[in-house]
């Protein structure tokens, strides 16, 4: 069992990271994944990177911003209701101050020349950056070549077709299960 | 009013499938056409803002727009609202997912599940480059790929990557 004093100190750290992942996520949902994957993944190490896919599949497929159904659904992994309660106001808490702020204060803020700058060198960096988590967790996803093809054809699917991210997830859940059925089958005949 | 604004705002918390961009055009429709809240141009602005303020483009949006109708408690109730329906079904979901993790249904969905969803990942990164106009553009593609090339093999944080490259944007 953890003590009432660990479990604060860990309340205390999901709830700075997902202040940081609160305050750079810059744009939407999929900008904060390379945040995430490092804070969660890499440096506290609460989700696998395995995990990490998995939960992705379930906070994409659900209604509701996908930054907002991440931060829940690792908040509840690390530690269950009241952890996903502390991430969830962890991620929304930077970005409501700021814009309750802006809102007050500065009423032209987008016509600043700095901040439109700034935006302007940020775009490609975060372009590049979710092709990095992308690949990152390819390398560690991908090993067969049904794996392959199905990733190439969601892709195809996404970008060609314009199909939504919804129904190819849902086509996704559909080859595995029926992958795994034909695979057991097999493996039964073999015996 | 209060009651009104965090129906609208819960209903489109949880009816919105793909994200928050997903969302934008169910919050004007809302905002705007049905309750006349704002007017267009007025939400065009806000739009304009939410997507330059670092934080979740549709928190952005519901806090903003929550704020012009009715001050500070108008844009806790309109975030509230916004979040409340993932809050209770993220939940629903982590706990099931975390209890039945060796259900061999669960693992064959997840075996699909995941090639998918690095696609989804890629296919987000070029569709934004697409939008935003960045592959037409051979110093923004040179950028890109830095960005890439310092995230896949250096150690850098990701912040520190993101805030580095808008002071490059601000000086040159």
């Known amino acids: ?191 | 009013m209060y009651w009104s604004l965090f129906k609208t705002f819960f209903l489109i918390g949880a009816f919105s499938f793909g994200g928050g961009y997903a969302m934008l055009p169910l919050i004007q429709e809302e905002v705007v056409q049905n309750h006349s809240w704002l007017t267009a141009t007025q939400f065009a602005d806000i739009l304009s803002i939410a997507e330059m303020t670092p934080g979740p483009v549709s928190i952005n949006t519901a806090t903003y727009v929550g704020y012009q109708i009715s001050g500070f408690s108008g844009s806790a109730l309109a975030t509230l609202g916004l979040v409340l329906p993932s809050f209770i079904l993220i939940s629903t979901l982590a706990s099931l997912v975390l209890k039945h993790k060796n259900n061999p249904y669960f693992q064959g969905v997840f075996r699909g599940l995941r090639p998918v969803v690095v696609a989804l990942i890629i296919g987000a990164a070029i569709i934004l480059g697409l939008n935003t106009n960045i592959f037409t553009n051979v110093a923004e593609i040179l950028l890109t790929i830095v960005a890439l090339g310092l995230f896949y093999f250096t150690k850098l944080h990701p912040i520190l990557l993101l805030l580095s490259f808008g002071f490059l944007g601000i000086i040159f």
Not at chain 1, 76 to 94: D, F
Not at chain 1, 111 to 140: C, M, S
């Open chain 1, 1 to 191: 069992m953890i003590s009432i004093k660990q479990k604060l100190a860990l309340h205390r750290k999901l709830f700075i990271s997902f202040i940081k992942i609160g305050t750079f996520v810059f744009g939407g949902g999929y900008a904060m994944l390379p945040i995430i994957q490092r804070e969660v993944v890499n440096h506290h190490q609460w989700i696998s990177e395995k995990d990490f896919i998995d939960m992705l599949a379930v906070t994409q497929s659900a209604p509701g911003p996908v930054a907002v159904n991440t931060s829940i659904f690792t908040g509840y992994k690390v530690a269950k209701l009241s952890g996903a309660v502390t991430a969830l106001i962890g991620v929304v808490l930077p970005p409501f101050t700021i814009i309750l702020l802006l809102a007050t204060f500065l009423s032209s803020y987008s016509d600043n020349y700095y901040l439109i700058q700034f935006f302007a060198g940020v775009r490609p960096a975060i372009v590049g950056l979710i092709l990095g988590v992308g690949l990152k967790t390819g390398k560690n996803i991908i090993h067969t070549s049904f794996d392959f093809f199905l990733a190439v054809l969601a892709l195809i699917l996404l970008l060609v077709l314009g199909l939504h991210p919804f129904l190819i997830i849902i086509l996704g859940a559909l080859s595995g299960l029926l992958y795994s059925y034909c695979k057991k089958s097999s493996s039964q005949e073999d015996n």
